[in-house]
């Protein structure tokens, strides 16, 4: 069976983006107007997103080359899905928790944290990799949806206690099949919690494509549970900054939750695990290509004449900087002490726990009487 076959189509078509879009800025960089969404940023606020970016996918791309080289023991890139990711975290306020899954680099680098904290995981370092007060974003979570559950009990928490915050839950396609995020509906839904459900539609859940997640556009999924969704495009960072506001705006004036379907496009394999090309066709990821979401806003900083080549190029060398620093601070990771294992698996310690690493220590031991 050919590909096309497997997901339903003709052989040798593309998929195409469905016309429901909120869209400000097209691909080609030319803004448009939408009677229900506006960004209002001036020309440095628009630059300030190119810059955010072009670093976090230069930053990107030297963990994947990191990994390859096996110096990070897997890595979920991000690329194609720069603009969902910035676009709608820097919508979000100081005081707004942002609950991830294990791709949501760009979120990391819109929330302050710090660049080589966001490998540490993937490098067996520590068990998460930053504090989630000191930034108000979750650490990454690996099992598929469950971010979303605790991400309700969180906006239900902040609705308890009173405040003017908002809760963001970012999940992918997949994840939106999964039990976990479909109770978070239902929760949030009821009690009426201040938070926004992201979906990255990046069409592929490792191998399964969309159309066998959902017989209709995972933004309508809303409608059945109560709440309103939104399909934005999720290459446009104009467009997921103002849906996200509006969004996060509604949730905190007291009009519960709304779900946002960015669609979008993972560039890349799902990790360094898994190979694209097994599974999908090389003229679906060249029409998307066309639509990259760096290079839209750069043409639009060109036609309209907002920035100079001077700009563009402080910005790159920026960006390689960053890269190059990133790589010499994850180089520079000392590695674990292995007892720490053990730390924080429960509240306190008991009897099979100790039982364990005491094992552990002894079959440790036996190496050092080897090399003896």
Same mark, same amino acid.
């Given at each position: ?96 928790? !942002?609950?991830?899954?294990? &791709? +949501? @680099? ?6 302050? #944290?710090?660049?080589?904290? *966001? $490998? ?7 068990? !998460?990799?930053?504090?989630? &007060? +000191? @930034? ?6 690996? #099992?598929?949806?469950?971010? *979303? $559950? ?13 405040? +003017? ?208």
């Amino acid at each position: 069976m050919t590909i096309d076959a497997a997901r339903g189509r003709p052989p040798g078509t593309v998929a195409e983006s469905p016309p429901e879009l909120v869209r400000l800025l097209t691909p080609d960089g030319e803004r448009v107007e939408h009677p229900d969404y506006d960004v209002g940023l001036t020309a440095e606020e628009i630059k300030g997103l190119y810059r955010d970016l072009v670093i976090v996918r230069r930053l990107d791309a030297e963990a994947l080359a990191l990994a390859r080289q096996g110096e990070l023991a897997v890595w979920p890139s991000l690329r194609g899905q720069e603009a969902a990711q910035v676009g709608s975290a820097r919508a979000l306020m100081p005081g707004d928790m !942002a609950f991830p899954s294990y &791709r +949501e @680099h760009g979120v990391a680098w819109c929330r302050g #944290v710090d660049r080589v904290r *966001v $490998l540490c995981s993937f490098r067996g370092i520590n068990h !998460a990799g930053w504090d989630p &007060r +000191e @930034h108000n974003l979750h650490v990454p979570t690996i #099992v598929i949806g469950s971010q *979303v $559950l605790h991400a309700t009990g969180y906006a239900m928490g902040v609705q308890r206690d009173g405040t +003017e915050d908002a809760v963001i839950a970012y999940f992918g396609d997949g994840a939106s099949s999964e039990g976990d995020v479909n109770e978070a509906f239902v929760w949030a839904a009821v009690q009426n919690a201040p938070i926004v459900f992201f979906c990255q539609n990046n069409q592929w859940a490792i191998s399964e494509p969309a159309e066998r997640q959902s017989r209709i556009p995972l933004y309508r999924r809303a409608d059945g549970f109560g709440f309103p969704g939104v399909r934005v495009d999720g290459n446009d960072v104009l467009a997921c900054l103002a849906v996200t506001r509006k969004a996060l705006d509604n949730a905190r004036s007291g009009q519960g939750p709304t779900l946002v379907e960015a669609f979008t496009y993972r560039m890349g394999a799902h990790t360094t695990t898994d190979d694209p090309n097994r599974y999908r066709l090389p003229a679906e990821v060249e029409a998307w290509q066309l639509k990259d979401p760096v290079e839209r806003v750069r043409a639009y900083l060109l036609k309209s004449g907002t920035a100079t080549g001077e700009f563009f190029d402080e910005v790159e060398a920026e960006a390689q900087d960053a890269g190059s620093d990133l790589r010499r601070q994850c180089l520079a990771l000392p590695d674990p002490d292995l007892d720490e294992l053990w730390d924080h698996v429960y509240a306190a310690e008991h009897s099979l726990l100790a039982d364990e690493r005491a094992r552990f220590a002894s079959y440790l031991g036996s190496f050092d009487e080897v090399s003896r």
